[in-house]
């Protein structure tokens, strides 16, 4: 089995890359969620089922917040290899 690169194997050039990619991500996720949660408010349902509107809005607000924590190792590095 092939050993998966560490951090300090990824070339700068790639490593923005991959920054770039986990904020488009985090992007289109926030949008899909906010577009659900105003469909909800603009339409009533939420009225009709609040625990799934409140569920809906946890969910919106914990995936990109755990898309940005995940990605921190990445900007940590960037920044170490950018200051050298």
Known sequence: ???????????????????????????????????????????????ENLLVFISTIVIGVSAPAAMHASSSGLRKELRKRLRQ
Do not use: C, Q
């Not at 194997?9 to 949008?31: F, Q």
């Open 1 to 47: 089995m092939e050993k998966k690169p560490s951090l300090h194997d990824i070339p700068t050039d790639e490593l923005k890359r991959l920054i770039k990619n986990r904020r488009l991500i985090t992007l289109n996720i926030l949008i899909i969620f906010a577009v659900i949660i105003l469909a909800w408010i603009f339409l009533g349902y939420w009225r």
